[in-house]
């Protein structure tokens, strides 16, 4: 409706912050004074990771996922309990999901995270960087509801490289109504 305000979620990687733009006005863009704010800053604590937000997933307009693919490699969940316009008060923002994968692996490069589903995500994990995991799309499931991803809610949908042999250097997912999924190999 043209009463709706828009909300977007951006990865800035140079300062390793994540800006929520609110048109607010309704002019058709987030440059006028207050309208980009950050979200989520990962230089304040706690220090609980978005340096390369490659896969952000806006849940609602006062909540997000973001991946960090520097160490550790993991998936943060913000949230904005106050309805300050940031997740950055103390509970805002914590490890939605820790980086074990199924075989005892862990998440290397989380190059994508897409939401398909209430509480069901498909996580692209580049092993192009560390050739100890295998390069695979994983399917996140939040059985429980705990608001937190746990190893036995991790399963391997599709591998794309065994681990030690890098074969593709992968970027983003996609799955299509019929259950394909497609990615880029930049490679």
Same mark, same amino acid.
């Given at each position: 409706?043209? #009463?709706?305000?828009?909300?977007?979620?951006?990865?800035?990687? $140079?300062?390793?912050?994540?800006?929520?733009?609110?048109?607010?006005?309704?002019?058709? +863009?987030?440059?006028?004074? =207050?309208?980009?704010?950050?979200?989520?800053?990962? #230089?304040?604590?706690?220090?609980?990771?978005?340096?390369?937000?490659?896969?952000?997933?806006?849940?609602?307009?006062? $909540?997000?996922?973001a991946t960090d693919n520097f160490e550790p490699d993991n998936i943060v969940r913000a949230q904005d309990f106050n309805n300050d316009g940031d997740a950055l008060d103390p509970?805002?923002?914590?490890?939605?999901?820790?980086?074990?994968?199924?075989?005892?692996?862990?998440?290397?490069?989380?190059?994508?995270?897409?939401?398909?589903? $209430? =509480?069901?995500?498909?996580?692209?994990?580049?092993?192009?960087?560390?050739?100890?995991?295998?390069?695979?799309?994983?399917?996140?499931?939040?059985?429980?509801?705990?608001?937190?991803? #746990?190893? +036995?809610?991790? $399963?391997?949908?599709?591998?794309?490289s065994p681990a030690g042999k890098s074969r593709i250097t992968t970027f983003d997912v996609v799955q299509?109504?019929?259950?394909?999924?497609?990615?880029?190999?930049?490679?």
């Open positions: 409706p043209a #009463s709706a305000i828009d909300i977007v979620f951006v990865h800035d990687q $140079s300062a390793d912050q994540i800006l929520r733009l609110v048109d607010r006005n309704g002019d058709g +863009d987030a440059t006028d004074p =207050g309208e980009a704010t950050v979200f989520l800053d990962d #230089s304040l604590p706690p220090a609980t990771g978005n340096d390369n937000a490659q896969g952000l997933v806006a849940l609602g307009p006062a $909540s997000i996922l509970g805002e923002a914590f490890v939605y999901f820790d980086g074990a994968l199924p075989g005892g692996f862990t998440l290397t490069n989380p190059a994508e995270l897409r939401e398909i589903g $209430s =509480g069901r995500y498909l996580l692209l994990d580049n092993n192009t960087l560390d050739e100890t995991n295998p390069e695979a799309v994983y399917l996140l499931e939040e059985i429980n509801d705990d608001l937190i991803i #746990s190893e +036995d809610e991790v $399963s391997v949908l599709f591998e794309l299509d109504n019929d259950g394909l999924l497609y990615t880029i190999d930049i490679a």
